[in-house]
């Protein structure tokens, strides 16, 4: 991609309202724009992160069984009647009517829905288990939808769902899930913490969040020392050790509902073995996948911008080109064969403006070429700042080291 096509260019100021860090850099960066409180549009640059961010998550989940669908957004009044959740949960549901007075609710979750599909599509237990996941936005009436893109009234998740045929089933898979989220946050480059919490609106059993430690999250955790096993305050309140008190994010959360709160209520039934007809044993996984963006740039970030982990960077490579720019051309010509993603600032700026941008926008390798630079190239990594010549064939190899 050539920075003079980029839509849009990287701003001088963050918004003057902005507080969070992910706020002000994925603004500047020209990552996201705001178009009124908790609703972002992801521009280019920050659907190229997110793009990074769902492809892990998709490949974890597709390894756990996890199949991809995509479920609507606006649901009938009477299937969120089903389970009480019109009124209980109302104050966080958009409700509305169209013009023929017919009620709907815009997406918040999706329990009630895959409920209704498993009710429809499953008669026996050879028709379970059931593990089916979609990428979609949410929506949620958030009272203060503060910190950046940290909290949303419309945001995009990750949520998969999974039907048993027992709770030993259930039980076994949830801790599938609980290890394929590690490895998400891993891949992500995320130090995170497992924290027992109780479950809102979604159960009244205890559900799992993942936490990633920084000062911009809303929610405290409690830290069995030494370790990365945390509780929210609620569980905290009944423990006796000491536990270190941090503030965290909330990247994921999984709920194991078992057969009462979803199957019995919308009569979620199978037929066993034994021709016993029984109740399905649910349960649901959520991912915050733009959080987790914002989440990213809070924990990886210094004085001048933000600095991606390889694995959701937009770009791999930001080229820089002073002056020559025949060599610049070649070197971006060269990348893009070898299959490597970068950004190249071919633009007529000037040599600090370009420098400064590329510290903003955060991509793990600079690559400067100029008069000065001769043949060779500046490698310089975003992460330790250190800087050497080298040659393009040295590039390649380091960023794609088995070619
Ligand atoms: P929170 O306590 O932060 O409100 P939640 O418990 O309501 O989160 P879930 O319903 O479990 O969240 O949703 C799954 C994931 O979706 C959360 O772990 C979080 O990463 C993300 N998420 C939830 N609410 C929002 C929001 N308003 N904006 C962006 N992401 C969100
Ligand atoms: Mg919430």
Request: hydrophobic residues 40%.
């Amino acid at each position: 991609m050539r920075y003079s096509q980029l839509f849009p260019k990287s701003l001088r100021e963050a918004p003057k309202e902005a507080v969070a860090v992910n706020h002000k850099l994925l603004v500047r960066g020209g990552f996201m724009d705001q178009l009124m409180a908790g609703s972002w549009t992801l521009l280019p640059l920050g659907w190229r992160v997110v793009t990074k961010i769902t492809q892990i998550i998709r490949e974890e989940m597709n390894a756990i069984g996890g199949q991809e669908m995509l479920m609507p957004l606006m649901h009938p009044k009477e299937i969120w009647n089903e389970t009480g959740r019109w009124e209980e949960a109302a104050t966080v549901m958009y409700q509305l009517k169209d013009s023929r007075d017919k009620e709907f609710a815009l997406s918040f979750t999706h329990e009630e829905i895959v409920m209704d599909l498993l009710r429809k599509h499953i008669s026996s237990y050879k028709d379970l288990p059931v593990a089916v996941y979609h990428f979609s936005t949410k929506f949620r009436n958030e009272a203060r939808p503060t910190g950046g893109i940290l909290r949303g009234r419309e945001f995009l998740m990750k949520d998969l769902y999974s039907a048993h045929a027992s709770a030993q089933d259930l039980a076994q898979f949830y801790e599938q899930v609980s290890e394929a989220y590690l490895k998400i946050f891993k891949r992500i480059g995320f130090d995170v913490y497992v924290t027992e919490a109780a479950g809102g609106v979604f159960t009244k059993g205890r559900t799992r969040e993942f936490q990633v430690l920084a000062e911009a999250g809303e929610d405290t955790i409690f830290i069995k020392p030494g370790t990365h096993e945390a509780c929210n305050r609620e569980v905290f309140e009944g423990k006796e050790a000491e536990y270190e008190k941090k503030r965290a994010i909330e990247v994921g959360n999984i709920f194991p509902f078992g057969d009462k709160k979803y199957a019995e209520k919308m009569g979620g039934f199978f037929t066993d073995k034994d021709g016993q007809k029984k109740l399905v044993h649910f349960a649901s996984y959520g991912i915050g996948v733009t959080r987790v963006m914002g989440a990213v740039v809070e924990v990886f970030h210094d004085d001048k911008g933000i600095v991606w982990p390889e694995s959701v960077a937009p770009f791999r490579v930001h080229l820089v080109n002073l002056q020559n720019y025949e060599l610049g051309f070649k070197i971006y010509e060269d990348l893009k064969k070898e299959g490597i993603e970068v950004l190249w600032d071919d633009t007529d700026r000037g040599a600090g403006e370009k420098l400064t941008d590329a510290d903003l926008i955060g991509i793990p390798v600079r690559l400067v070429v100029s008069g000065r630079t001769g043949e060779k190239i500046e490698w310089k990594g975003r992460s330790d700042g250190k800087t050497e010549l080298v040659e393009l064939e040295e590039v390649v190899k380091r960023i794609i080291p088995n070619s």
